[in-house]
T-cell receptor, first 113, second 112 residues
Framework: DAGVIQSPRHEVTEMGQEVTLRCKPI?????LFWYRQTMMRGLELLIY????????DSGMPEDRFSAKMPNASFSTLKIQPSEPRDSAVYFC???????????FGPGTRLLVL | KNQVEQSPQSLIILEGKNCTLQ??????????LRWYKQDTGRGPVSLTI?????NTKSNGRYTATLDADTKQSSLHITASQLSDSASYIC???????????FGKGNQVVVIP
């Protein structure tokens, strides 16, 4: 299995631009998680889906952030408009269930200038 | 105040030595506690998951303990290797809504 796949691996953009991060979970996994990691705040859960349905989006910082999971094999995290404080590493993880072991992707390193 | 506190923040140990990392939490009600290892530039990798009824769980040279009464967990690394240099993150899941609380991590550096 290829594991969780994220794209792009690196993204540099200017403030105000739209950013779309993509994730392909491990086949057969029912739960998908989006995280953000910074030096200051550590790892933070933004949102998670179970069977393609958003279950908990309380970690989404503000309306500029949105996430979708149109099918079991694809999810996106969108930031519009982006701001410099959004610069972080964004991880996607998947698991067989919300309380089971999560498998993380390699992350997308986002820099907003 | 963070619901999960890890100590020490950073640690340097000699190759071959043992070390213990601490995680104290206030999350309630408790569902499970996980330890992750994160190498620099990589995503976290799950080491152990423990529920309320489990006191000890091992994964190779990594042994996690849990005391749900005192709300403390430890991760013990035996006979450390250079590849153990990483950040170790403690994550506690709350019962009911499975809301996750994250520690800031223990940064371990193993030197030859």
């Amino acid at each position: 299995d290829a594991g969780v796949i994220q794209s792009p691996r690196h993204e540099v953009t200017e403030m105000g631009q739209e950013v779309t991060l993509r994730c392909k979970p491990i086949s057969g996994h029912n739960s998908l998680f989006w995280y953000r990691q910074t030096m200051m705040r550590g790892l933070e859960l933004l949102i998670y889906f179970n069977n393609n349905v958003p279950i908990d989006d309380s970690g989404m910082p503000e309306d500029r952030f949105s996430a979708k999971m149109p099918n079991a094999s694809f999810s996106t995290l969108k930031i519009q408009p982006s701001e410099p404080r959004d610069s972080a590493v964004y991880f996607c993880a998947s698991s067989l269930g919300p309380v089971l072991a999560q498998y993380f992707g390699p992350g997308t390193r986002l820099l907003v200038l | 105040k963070n619901q999960v506190e890890q100590s020490p923040q950073s640690l340097i140990i000699l190759e071959g030595k043992n070390c213990t990392l601490q995680c104290n939490y206030t999350v309630s009600p408790f569902s499970n506690l996980r330890w992750y290892k994160q190498d620099t530039g990589r995503g976290p990798v799950s080491l152990t998951i423990m529920t309320f009824s489990e006191n000890t769980k091992s994964n190779g040279r990594y042994t996690a303990t849990l005391d749900a009464d005192t709300k403390q967990s430890s991760l013990h690394i035996t006979a450390s290797q250079l590849s153990d240099s990483a950040s170790y993150i403690c994550v506690v899941s709350a019962g009911g809504n499975n809301r996750l609380a994250f520690g800031k991590g223990n940064q371990v550096v193993v030197i030859p």
